[in-house]
C-alpha cells in the first residue's frame, strides 16, 4: 500500500476520533452555557443537547466505524487502527450515555416536586415565592399538585395523578422484595427526634443545609423553617429546598423536607435523592448530639 494511502487512513482515524472528542466538549459547552447565561436553558438542553447532540453523536461514531473498517483493510495497520479503535470508543460511550439519559428520561415518571410527608405539606415563604417569580420559574408549590393531563402522550397513566400519588408508587425500600428494583426514589419519610431541643434541631439543620454551599433565602427559627436554593452542576438548574421543624404535643420534634424544581416535569430523581441525602446526614449528625432519632 503507498506511503499517501497509509497517511490518508492515519488521517481518517485522527479526524474521527477529533470529532468524538468534539462531541463531549459539545455537550459541556450546551450545558455549561446554560449554567452561565450565555443561553436560555431550553435552548441548552432542548436545542443543543437533545436536538443537535444526538445527531453529532451518530455521526461521530459512523465516522469511527468507518476509520476502524480502514485501518484493516491492508497492513499496516496498528496506528491507524488504535486511533480508530479509541475513536470507536469514545463515541461509542458517548451514544451509550445518550441512550441511557433518553431511557430513564421516558421510564421514570414526571415528578419535580418530592416531599416527606403530603399530608401536612410544606408551603414556601413570601420571599421564596418572589425570587422564583422574578426567575421565571414555570412550575408552582401547590399543597396537592396534581400531573398536567398533557403528558399523557410521554408518560401514559399519570395525567390528572396526584404528585403524592406517583411519589409513592415510585419510591423503594432497600431490601424489600415488593419495591421496584430500579428506581432512583428512595423510601421518604419525616424524620421523628427527641432528647433534643426543638432549637437544637433546627441549628443542626441549619449547619447542614449551610455545608452544602447552599443559597440560604430564611432562615427563621419562630416559624422552625429553612429556604435554600440548589443548583444543578451543569446546566445551573435551580432547585429550592424547605426545611421545618415543629414540635408536637408530646415534645417531639418533627422534620419535614421538600424538594422543587423550578422549571422541567421530570427531575430523574434528583429532587428525591437530595432530600434523602439531606436525611441521612442529619440523622448522623442528630445522633452525634445524643438525639434518638425515628422515621417512621
Given at each position: ?10 488521517s481518517l482515524s485522527g479526524v474521527a476520533l477529533g470529532f468524538s472528542v468534539f462531541v463531549i466538549v459539545f455537550f459541556m459547552v450546551a450545558a455549561l452555557g446554560a449554567k452561565f447565561g450565555l443561553w436560555s436553558w431550553m435552548f441548552g438542553l432542548g436545542k443543543l443537547t437533545f436536538g443537535w447532540g444526538p445527531k453529532l453523536a451518530i455521526f461521530g461514531l459512523g465516522l469511527s466505524v468507518i476509520a476502524v473498517i480502514a485501518s484493516l483493510v491492508k497492513a499496516p495497520r496498528k ?218
Open positions: 500500500m503507498s506511503e499517501n494511502q497509509t497517511h490518508y487512513r492515519r496506528q491507524a487502527f488504535m486511533l480508530g479503535l479509541a475513536a470507536l470508543l469514545v463515541s461509542g460511550l458517548t451514544m451509550g450515555r445518550i441512550l441511557g439519559v433518553k431511557g430513564n428520561s421516558e421510564r421514570l415518571p414526571p415528578l419535580h416536586d418530592i416531599q416527606t410527608d403530603w399530608s401536612a405539606p410544606i408551603q414556601p415563604s413570601e420571599t421564596l415565592v418572589a425570587i422564583r417569580k422574578a426567575d421565571g420559574a414555570m412550575n408552582s408549590i401547590e399543597d396537592a399538585p396534581v400531573v398536567p393531563q398533557s403528558v399523557e402522550g410521554r408518560w401514559p397513566g399519570t395525567g390528572g395523578k396526584l404528585v403524592s400519588e406517583i411519589q409513592e408508587n415510585a419510591e423503594f425500600v432497600p431490601g424489600d422484595q415488593k419495591s421496584p428494583k430500579v428506581s432512583p426514589y428512595p423510601k421518604l419519610a419525616p424524620l421523628h427526634v427527641t432528647g433534643l431541643a426543638e432549637t437544637d434541631v433546627f441549628s443542626a439543620v441549619t449547619a447542614v443545609v449551610t455545608e452544602r454551599d447552599w443559597g440560604i433565602v430564611t432562615d427563621a427559627s419562630v416559624d422552625g423553617r429553612v429556604e435554600a436554593t440548589a443548583v444543578t452542576g451543569w446546566f445551573g438548574f435551580k432547585d429550592d429546598v424547605m426545611v421545618r421543624v415543629v414540635s408536637d404535643d408530646e415534645g417531639k420534634s418533627i422534620v419535614d423536607v421538600r424538594s422543587t424544581s423550578r422549571v422541567g416535569l421530570s427531575d430523574l430523581g434528583a429532587n428525591s435523592k437530595r432530600v434523602r441525602d439531606l436525611l441521612d446526614d442529619l440523622e448522623i449528625g442528630l445522633r452525634k448530639a445524643g438525639a434518638d432519632v425515628t422515621s417512621p
